[in-house]
């Protein structure tokens, strides 16, 4: 228990943008809001996801395993950093949401 509360706590501290200096965050935002409709993107992630799931399928060795767990968490981490600086520049409705879901969705098939 207290060394998942410890995991947890490594985890936010390293994920603390405020700690580095010299990196202009407010591009770093408006880049990850691009990214939130960018077909590309979402390829490159699913491809990418895909592949380290095929990869730690394959019955890894303890450490290869961790080192493959951490390469997705990073790209899960990734995928939601876009998503939420999406949602905070765009306060939505629900009705709007699915608008945006219907027009990603068009754009995949297209």
Known sequence: MIREFLIKLLFRLLDDDKQITG???ERINQWLIRQYSDMGFRE????RDIQLLKTMGVGLDQNS???WLGQRFELLRTLQKVDMAYKQTKPKTGASVREDNKKIGE????
């Open 23 to 25: 990196v202009d965050n």
């Open 107 to 110: 754009q995949e098939q297209g």
């Open 44 to 47: 490159y992630f699913r491809k």
């Open 65 to 67: 395993y961790k080192l």
